[in-house]
Structures are given as structure tokens and as C-alpha cells.
């Protein structure tokens, strides 16, 4: 299992806090099944399926592409917001 964060935007003062999740994905290589967990903060909750969609583009991204494009999240928490 690996740990990555997935940031969707920097924070500066004037922003709003960042939403922070814990997410849990799961794909299949061959005969393997393989994890990958991590942080994500973003600018917006997760609420939407297009918003859901995003998570998964960013977390595919933050893993440099090596998970394929359908891995399952397996688990998607809520942790809070960053203090302002």
C-alpha cells in the first residue's frame, strides 16, 4: 500500500480553508490487486458525481498515471478543514 497527498489548489490567506479526505483506491494488475491510499485537500466537498469524477482524474494524476483510469475508490472520509 502506498500514501500520496493529492492537492487540488495551494492556499494562500485569502482563500478558504481546504477540505481535507482520506481516500482509499483499489485496481488490478494481472493477477494482483493492489492499494493506494492518501490525503487529499481540495477547494471544494465532494457532492457530485462531477465532483467525484475530479477526485479520481486528481488522484490518478498525483499517482504519475500508473493506476489505470477505472480503479475503484474504495473509500472516500471526510477529516474536516484546514484551520483558517
Known sequence: ??????????????EKPRYI?????QWQEGSRI????GIALLAFTVDSMEHYHQ???L???SNNNR???NFTLLNLTLLGREAE
Open 1 to 14: 500500500m502506498t500514501d500520496d497527498k493529492v492537492e487540488m489548489s495551494s492556499n494562500t490567506s485569502a
Open 21 to 25: 479526505y482520506h481516500y482509499c483506491a
Open 59 to 61: 488522484i490518478q494524476q
Open 55 to 57: 477526485l479520481k482524474e
Open 34 to 37: 493492489l492499494y493506494y491510499d
Open 67 to 69: 493506476m489505470p483510469s
